[in-house]
T-cell receptor, first 115, second 111 residues
């Protein structure tokens, strides 16, 4: 389909391991956003990109979290030395631009479980 | 980022109208009011947005108070498929950028 695609849909890992989560935005969308969502909570903003550059990374919780978007399309969220508290659904969204009137299109998320 | 306040949960009967309230007393003149909803096990989806005037689309209507300190999302005939968490979000019309989600309102629809 033409929607936002996230892989893997499920990831189980052990505490201390490294994890990568991938997001394929809608073609032509210049803005890409990462959120994480814990059970019963609203999505929590992590970072967003305008093109290749991170326009706002104020939501990244600490330096174990890092995201890249080298060619302005696909993005990868990287989590080092995973902790049990990192367990959540990681959501990606894209939009045509960052206008205040624009619509964000979300993927179905990657569920991360850290044992 | 300006804050919104919504009830934690609401109930509705199928095929009846639903009015979901949102308070945003600290809204600024350039903030747009956006509504998203999240069905179980899915990512959020856009519903509607507005600035000052009431808005209608195929999914819902948005009624905005004259002073813009509150708004109401209206589902004209609730269906079982409308059971979801509904989020009211303010977004700066000049800067745009990220959406900040609150807790939202969990809507349940009874047959």
């Amino acid at each position: 389909g033409a929607g936002v695609s996230q892989t893997p849909s499920n990831k189980v890992t052990e505490k201390g391991k490294y994890v990568e989560l991938r997001c394929d935005p809608i073609s032509g969308h210049t803005a890409l956003y990462w959120y994480r969502q814990s059970l019963g909570q609203g999505p929590e903003f992590l970072i967003y990109f305008q093109g290749t550059g991170a326009a706002d990374d104020s939501g990244l919780p600490n330096d174990r979290f890092f995201a890249v978007r080298p060619e302005g399309s696909v993005s990868t969220l990287k989590i080092q030395r995973t902790e049990r508290g990192d367990s959540a659904v990681y959501l990606c969204a894209s939009s045509r631009g960052v206008s205040g009137t624009g619509e964000l299109f979300f993927g179905e998320g990657s569920r991360l479980t850290v044992l | 980022d300006a804050k919104t306040t919504q009830p934690n949960s609401m109930e509705s009967n199928e095929e009846e109208p639903v009015h979901l309230p949102c308070n945003h007393s600290t809204i600024s003149g350039t903030d747009y009011i956006h509504w998203y909803r999240q069905l179980p096990s899915q990512g959020p989806e856009y519903v509607i947005h507005g600035l000052t005037s009431n808005v209608n689309n195929r999914m819902a209507s948005l009624a905005i108070a004259e002073d813009r300190k509150s708004s109401t999302l209206i589902l004209h005939r609730a269906t079982l498929r409308d059971a979801a968490v509904y989020y009211c979000i303010l977004r700066d019309g000049n800067q745009g950028g990220k959406l900040i989600f609150g807790q939202g309102t969990e809507l349940s629809v009874k047959p």
